[in-house]
């Protein structure tokens, strides 16, 4: 069938909902049960979807597409797709590095890029890698760079294929093909402009969401009166723990004070030092202060970047 340049735009709104919504499963688990340990809403927006992984679903297929078209036909690079844009089916190749990289330095430049946009302009931290070894103001490190690449390299080997294939059916089942006289459905066209109209006033809703927080914290000292709040709380628990301590047996006040002893002189095992060196964690630095409330959203940090 014909690509069009309003059929691309489909195909493209198509692969970002596609990504942002399997990314947004992907970080709740990631988050749940690595990260923070709970579960929390992972993005600024409401709704189920992380515009991020959208945009690199989106990155990745167009390089995928591009150097197909692009580099001369006489370079053996990896081509799932037989006799596209006159090439043959062909294996890995070491010109496959020329799409793999462009695919990771992408995606590390988003990674990057919206990490800034939300840190220096909403003060809020959707992740933090402050306490990496190597990490650039906390938004991007080492480790994760080298995850990306993988990303890119599972999803050029492993992903292109399918994907280009489920891009192709979605624009012929979209579109139609007058090859095979299949008609289109323009229902499912009606349902993407629904949940995109649900996705744009999810991001107007959270963006005044941010901007009344920011407006907030700056204009009528919120802030500085819920930290008051906080801290007076935890001396009131303070002095309640204290209270209750002193009610104790002596005997198991010991045995309280054994424990306790043995939990601050307990060292590290030799398996988590060398899990710590191994994905580059500096002992010397910690993480910024929780990035989520009790409700699990992120929350907007104290200091100025």
Not at 33 to 62: C, D, E, Q, R, T
Not at 151 to 179: E, T
Request: hydrophobic share 45%; with cysteine; aromatic share 16%.
């Amino acid at each position: 069938m014909d690509l069009t340049a309003s059929t691309f735009i489909i195909l493209y709104l198509v692969l970002f909902l596609f990504g942002a919504v399997i990314g947004y499963g992907i970080e709740v688990l990631f988050r749940r049960f690595f990260s923070a340990k709970k579960w929390v809403n992972p993005g600024f927006l409401i709704g189920p979807w992380l515009p991020l992984y959208g945009f690199g679903v989106v990155v990745m297929f167009s390089f995928c597409v591009l150097f197909l078209v692009v580099l001369p036909v006489d370079w053996p690079i990896y081509n799932p797709i037989a006799n596209y844009e006159g090439r043959v089916a062909s294996g890995p190749t070491v010109y496959d590095l020329i799409p793999i990289c462009s695919m990771g330095c992408s995606l590390i430049l988003l990674e990057f890029l919206a990490g800034i946009i939300f840190v220096k302009g909403f003060k809020v931290r959707l992740w933090d890698y402050t306490n990496m070894k190597g990490n650039v103001l906390g938004v991007i490190c080492p480790v994760f760079n080298l995850i990306w690449f993988a990303i890119a390299v599972l999803y050029y080997y492993g992903l292109s294929p399918f994907i280009y294939q489920v891009a192709k059916s979605v624009a012929i089942y979209l579109f139609g093909d007058s090859s095979t006289q299949q008609v289109a459905h323009f229902g499912l066209l009606f349902l993407i402009g629904i949940i995109y109209g649900f996705f744009i006033l999810d991001l107007v809703k959270s963006l005044n969401i941010f901007n009344s927080v920011k407006r907030l914290a700056r204009d009528s000292g919120v802030a500085e009166r819920y930290e008051q709040l906080k801290a007076k709380q935890k001396q009131i628990s303070a002095v309640s723990a204290a209270r209750f301590y002193e009610a104790l047996p002596e005997a198991l006040k010991k045995q309280i004070e054994k424990r306790e002893e043995g939990k601050q002189n307990k060292k590290p095992s030799k398996f988590k030092l060398w899990l710590n060196n191994l994905i580059l964690i500096d002992p010397n630095k910690t993480k910024t202060s929780g990035n989520y409330d009790e409700s699990g959203r992120p929350i907007k940090e104290d200091k100025t970047n």
